[in-house]
Structure formats: structure tokens, C-alpha cells
């Protein structure tokens, strides 16, 4: 069975633009979460997707998004981007039951984003 | 609160054990993870516990579990150099709610020969 996989692997944005990177979550997983790395402040929790809807959310400002497509796909955006977004954006996939917590979460390679 | 501590650096020699230590606050906590991550990489689920168990061994990997101390160990029998990485001990919280993981800053081992 395929990992999940993110896109693009690198990515170099300038200071106020925009970007969205993508998830594919392992087949037959139907939730999505994601989680920033930096090396001051680690591994922190942005959001989580199940079927679709967002059902859980880190403390990160309203610059960062997401959403959840019907087969499970999820991208997530982060506008006007400053220099501390920098960071490694790692995606967890996991089976997802509709009210229940799902034992073991599976993470991707990451997405390395760089701020100019 | 939330909040999970480890060391941050662990030298050991090559077939030595190696014991990464970690503690959590969160007593609700229902299950605890531990993740490998190697450099440039994203993170390896290595194996996790339920807080109703104390031990839970796999293969050369052993967690043990003091819920009372809220103490998680993890523990590497016969080290290789291919174990050198950064190893993240995280909690999920009953109140976090559904998949939401908290982690340690990453214990990072190093082995050498």
C-alpha cells in the first residue's frame, strides 16, 4: 500500500504571497491532519480533516487554511506569507472513524517551505 | 496543560541499549507515541501505548509506561548506527480531541562505533 505522499517537496515563496501544498493520505484513511516543524518551536498541530470537515484546529492565525476533497485529498494555504512560516509542513493521515480517534497516524515526507 | 519534555541528546555505542526518556502532563492522555524522524525525512511511527498498559515490546523496541509519574521510556535494545536519528515522544489528549498529537522537542541519538 502507497504512503501518503505530499507535494511539492520544496518550495521557495517570496514575503506576501501565497501557497498551497497538497496531501494524498494512504488509500482507504479518511483523515487528514496537519503539523508545522520549526526548529524553535517543533512539531505543532495546524488542523485536522475528516470527511471533508474540519473537526479540530491548532492555534495558528487565520492565514492558514485548508480543506478536504471527497476522496480524501487535502491541500492546505497559507496568504500573505512571512518570513516565519519557514518550516517543514508534515500531513498525517489516519484511518478516521466519524467519532472516533484513530490509533496510529501515518506522516508523509513533508513539504520544505522556504520565505524570502 | 499540554506539554511533553525529553532530553535532547543521547550518545550511545553500537549494541549498547539506548533509553530515551519522557514525561507528559496531560494525565487524559490515551495513547503515547513514539516517532522516528532521520535527517530530511518525515516521521516514522515507531510504536505507541495505551495508558491502561505499563510495558509493550516489539521486537528490539520496549515502552514502558508509569501513568502515576506521567513517564514514558522508550527503549532501544542493541543500538545500530542505522537507529541514529531524532526520536519525538508525543501525547494525545483526550481533550485535544480525535487525532491531534502533541510533541516533544525530539531526543536526538547519536551512535557511535
Known amino acids: 500500500k502507497a504512503g501518503v505522499t505530499q507535494t511539492p517537496r520544496y518550495l521557495i515563496k517570496t514575503r506576501g504571497q501565497q501557497v498551497t501544498l497538497s496531501c494524498s493520505p494512504i488509500?482507504?484513511?479518511?483523515?487528514v491532519s496537519w503539523y508545522q516543524q520549526t526548529p524553535g518551536q517543533g512539531l505543532q498541530f495546524l488542523f485536522e480533516?475528516?470527511?471533508?470537515?474540519?473537526?479540530n484546529k491548532g492555534n495558528f492565525p487565520g492565514r492558514f487554511s485548508g480543506r478536504q476533497f471527497s476522496n480524501s485529498r487535502s491541500e492546505m494555504n497559507v496568504s500573505t506569507l512571512e518570513l516565519g512560516d519557514s518550516a517543514l509542513y508534515l500531513c498525517?493521515?489516519?484511518?478516521?472513524?466519524?467519532?472516533?480517534?484513530?490509533?496510529?497516524?501515518?506522516f508523509g515526507p513533508g513539504t520544505r517551505l522556504t520565505v524570502t | 496543560g499540554e506539554d511533553v519534555e525529553q532530553s535532547l541528546f543521547l550518545s550511545v555505542r553500537e549494541g549498547d541499549s539506548s533509553v530515551i526518556n519522557c514525561t507528559y502532563t496531560?494525565?487524559?492522555?490515551?495513547?503515547l507515541y513514539w516517532y522516528k524522524q532521520e535527517p530530511g525525512a518525515g516521521l516514522q511511527l515507531l510504536t505507541y501505548?495505551?495508558?491502561?498498559?505499563d510495558m509493550k515490546q516489539d521486537q528490539r523496541l520496549t515502552v514502558l509506561l508509569n501513568k502515576k509519574d506521567k513517564h514514558l521510556s522508550l527503549r532501544i535494545a542493541d543500538t545500530q548506527t542505522g537507529d541514529s536519528a531524532i526520536y519525538f515522544c508525543?501525547?494525545?489528549?483526550?481533550?485535544?480531541?480525535?487525532?491531534?498529537?502533541?510533541f516533544g522537542a525530539g531526543t536526538r541519538l547519536a551512535v557511535h562505533p
Open positions: 498525517a493521515s489516519s484511518l478516521g472513524l466519524a467519532g472516533v480517534p484513530s490509533y496510529e497516524q501515518y
Open positions: 488509500s482507504g484513511h479518511r483523515s
Open positions: 480533516y475528516f470527511s471533508e470537515t474540519q473537526r
Open positions: 496531560d494525565s487524559s492522555s490515551t495513547y
Open positions: 501505548i495505551f495508558s491502561n498498559m
Open positions: 508525543a501525547e494525545r489528549p483526550l481533550s485535544g480531541g480525535y487525532n491531534k498529537l502533541i
